[in-house]
């Protein structure tokens, strides 16, 4: 059952607030909570347990969410998540699944917030509300090396995505879904390029780098295939818990906090 968790938040006194709640299932994130208040106004928000703010992700996506060796959780994404939560006071849970998952369990309210690298469109609009965007995705392909394989052409090929991402929508649309494959997560699907399987895998710039430097034999087209925007997505139900998080991720980007996540992660070249 969901619990009312009312965040007090003052002009002069820190914000105090009892974190309370169960383990559960879900993995916790890489840190603590912190009671830093986010705004000058008092805000009363619903989370799906009391002093803690859960994040629908698919950690298999770097460098915006990542498992790492000791079972946690990082990523650009985490760490911006984790820095909404300090604000609010809560303590950032992640909660691991399926890409095609995250929505769906912000909706169902199993989640509070979905935060995957998720790309605002309109079939998304109808499903939940968006913050303001934090970061630009670019949807690149991923072919071998060698390849004659050009934008141009792309239509000719076997093309795999990840399922349920915007790769796997505009592919389906513009080249038909008999030439689109969708694999479970984006490495799965290097995988099958790496096989022959299919011809090239269209996903986000920065995962594509990462799966082409850990695979020998693979490139990456130098035309982009689409820009896009991430944002957090939040219940349309729970428009004061929007408002908050929404809030904080703007406080966070005007301060530099959020570039400097971004930084972190990605290189300028």
Avoid: W
């Amino acid at each position: 059952m969901k619990k009312i968790l009312t965040l007090a938040l003052a002009l002069t006194m820190a914000l105090s607030l009892a974190a309370c709640g169960s383990s559960g299932s879900t993995s916790a994130s890489t840190g603590g909570s912190s009671a830093a208040a986010s705004s000058s106004e008092t805000t009363a928000v619903t989370t799906v347990e009391a002093g803690k703010l859960h994040m629908a992700t698919n950690a298999a996506f770097p460098p915006y969410e990542m498992t790492t060796d000791n079972g946690g959780f990082e990523g650009i994404d985490v760490e911006i998540a984790e820095a909404i939560a300090d604000k609010l006071g809560l303590e950032l849970v992640v909660d691991d699944m399926d890409f095609n998952s995250v929505i769906t369990a912000v909706q169902q309210g199993s989640s509070d917030i979905a935060m995957a690298g998720l790309t605002v469109n309109e079939e998304r609009k109808q499903n939940v509300d968006f913050t303001v965007s934090y970061a630009t995705g670019v949807q690149v392909v991923i072919v071998k090396e060698g390849s004659d394989i050009t934008l141009d052409n792309l239509g000719d090929q076997m093309i795999g995505t990840q399922e349920s991402t915007t790769g796997y929508i505009y592919c389906s649309d513009e080249f038909g879904e008999d030439h689109v494959i969708a694999y479970t997560n984006g490495a799965t699907a290097v995988q099958s390029l790496l096989a022959g399987s299919v011809d090239c895998v269209v996903i986000d710039n920065e995962p594509a780098k990462a799966f082409v430097e850990a695979n020998q034999g693979l490139a990456i087209l130098d035309t982009e295939y689409a820009v896009e925007d991430y944002a957090i997505g939040v219940s349309k139900e729970n428009n004061a818990l929007l408002e908050a998080v929404d809030a904080a991720l703007q406080e966070l980007i005007a301060d530099g906090t959020v570039q400097s996540i971004i930084d972190k992660y990605i290189t300028a070249e």
